[in-house]
Nanobody, 129 residues
Framework: EVQLVESGGGLVQAGGSLKLSCEAS?????????VGWFRQAPGKEREGVSC????????YYADSVKGRFTVSVDHAENTVYLQMNNLAPEDTAVYYC?????????????????????WGPGTLVAVSS
């Protein structure tokens, strides 16, 4: 079965860190994918946070997370990670990963919430002030 599963969410104080994982099964990230991390806060539209090409490692970050979040891929583990540092209450959301076959990171992150079909179930990140 082709699926993505996120993990690593939780409750953290402002200024703290979390590392999210997105593990793929039923397919391999060695193929040409753009893998994105998205988030959705209550009452808001899902938005692209960070994306990475599993082919050449190119990345994209939303302005709101630049300098704080780092996306990476581990092909041996077939997993994409999102290291989140200096978290703020406005980062509170359900975080999802999604895979875009032969995707381009900029397009995946800016528009993927409208057309991507392969999503994980999400993991909740809550940041207290």
């Amino acid at each position: 079965e082709v699926q993505l599963v996120e993990s690593g969410g939780g409750l953290v104080q402002a200024g703290g860190s979390l590392k999210l994982s997105c593990e793929a099964s039923g397919f391999t990230f060695v193929d040409d994918y753009s893998v994105g991390w998205f988030r959705q806060a209550p009452g808001k539209e899902r938005e692209g946070v960070s994306c990475i090409s599993t082919t050449d490692g190119s990345t994209y970050y939303a302005d709101s997370v630049k300098g704080r979040f780092t996306v990476s891929v581990d092909h041996a583990e077939n997993t994409v990670y999102l290291q989140m540092n200096n978290l703020a209450p406005e980062d509170t959301a359900v975080y999802y990963c999604a895979a875009d076959f032969i995707g381009v990171v900029n397009r995946t992150c800016r528009a993927g919430h409208r057309y991507l079909v392969l999503w994980g179930p999400g993991t909740l990140v809550a940041v207290s002030s």
